[in-house]
Nanobody, 119 residues
Framework: QVQLVESGGGLVQAGGSLRLSCVASGRTFGLFAMGWFRQAPGKEREFVAAISSLGADSVKARLIISRDRTRNTVDLQMSSLEPEDTAVYYC?????????????????WGQGTQVTVSS
């Protein structure tokens, strides 16, 4: 099994920055694509960014994903935050090297970390 643990969430003012981190443990061999999703109250879970050895994808240029394979971590650097970025942010992983924007295509999920952006 694989465990994903997120950290780095919190309360920040609009215009500020946050860096989220996700550590993978357990049977991490073969984990190729990792990503970040978010879910705001009353809304569906949505794609934020993902990364694999083939490249990276992000919905916005100010949301930058990076990965350290040696430490089994994936980070999300968020800048110029807006109140609309307020959500629970989830780390996800899948055993394929193909990045996907679909939550259903990720096998493993963390518990999430709350990000709140005040105006």
């Amino acid at each position: 099994q694989v465990q994903l643990v997120e950290s780095g969430g919190g309360l920040v003012q609009a215009g500020g920055s946050l860096r989220l981190s996700c550590v993978a443990s357990g049977r991490t061999f073969g984990l190729f694509a990792m990503g970040w999703f978010r879910q705001a109250p009353g809304k569906e879970r949505e794609f934020v960014a993902a990364i694999s050895s083939l490249g990276a994808d992000s919905v916005k240029a100010r949301l930058i994903i990076s990965r350290d394979r040696t430490r089994n971590t994936v980070d999300l650097q968020m800048s110029s935050l807006e109140p609309e970025d307020t959500a629970v942010y989830y780390c996800a992983a899948r055993r394929t090297n193909v990045i996907s924007r679909r939550p259903s295509e990720y096998e493993y999920w963390g518990q999430g970390t709350q990000v709140t952006v005040s105006s």
